[in-house]
């Protein structure tokens, strides 16, 4: 089955403005969390949403958002954008159903984002 | 929150010899423990994880250990290859069955040489 899939590849943006990233995740599963990847920072979570609803969510400004669809879809975006938002943006998927137990995340290629 | 030590950082070791990588974490109500590859330019790949209940899991040439009372696990690889050079995370969450939120460490980048 087809994996997980973020677009845009690859994307250069100006201080100021403004990133939506989209991910699909594997078919079935309803949960998609966002990593923020870094040299420096390793793999750091962002949000994790399960049927539309946002469960989960790490330490990053309010300029970082999400939202999901009702085809699990889900959609990251980052406002007045600064310098230190370049990284490597990955999408990850999970059954993630309720009451089951964690396992294994399923990550896109990621999206990689320069902010000049 | 949960943190989530990770060392070494890099780590060379000889085709055939042994590489470990120690994680440690601070909530001691972590309970689920995965460990991740990534190979340059690729997306992480869950390659073994394990639960608070079991101290020890392995899989051919990989195995994970637990130290619940030390807070503490590890990645244990043998007999390395030159395709197990990649970088290696480890990572913790609290599994409440209802969130899937995973703290990961900084990475070891592992070099198999010749």
């Known amino acids: 089955k087809a994996g997980v899939t973020q677009t845009p590849r690859y994307l250069i943006k100006t201080r100021g403005q403004q990133v939506t990233l989209s991910c699909s995740p594997i078919s079935g599963h309803r949960s998609v969390s966002w990593y923020q990847q870094t040299p420096g920072q390793g793999l750091q979570f962002l949000f994790e949403y399960f049927s539309e609803t946002q469960r989960n969510k790490g330490n990053f400004p309010g300029r970082f958002s999400g939202r999901q669809f009702s085809n699990s879809r889900s959609e990251m975006n980052v406002s007045t954008l600064e310098l230190g938002d370049s990284a490597l943006y990955l999408c990850a998927s999970s059954f993630g159903g309720f009451l089951t137990q964690a396992g294994e995340l399923f990550f896109g290629e990621g999206s990689r984002l320069t902010v000049l | 929150g949960e943190n989530v030590e990770q060392h070494p950082s890099t780590l060379s070791v000889q085709e055939g010899d042994s590489a470990v990588i120690k994680c440690t974490y601070s909530?001691?109500?972590?309970?689920?423990f995965p460990w991740y590859k990534q190979e340059l330019g690729k997306r992480p790949q869950l390659i073994i994880d394990?639960?608070?209940?079991?101290g020890e899991k392995k899989d051919q040439r990989i195995a994970v250990t637990l130290n619940k009372t030390a807070k503490h696990f590890s990645l244990h690889i043998t007999e390395t290859q030159p395709e197990d050079s990649a970088v290696y995370f480890c990572a913790a969450s609290r599994d409440t069955g209802t969130a899937s939120k995973l703290t990961f460490g900084t990475g070891t980048r592992l070099q198999v040489t010749l």
């Open positions: 909530d001691s109500a972590s309970n689920y």
């Open positions: 394990i639960r608070s209940n079991v």
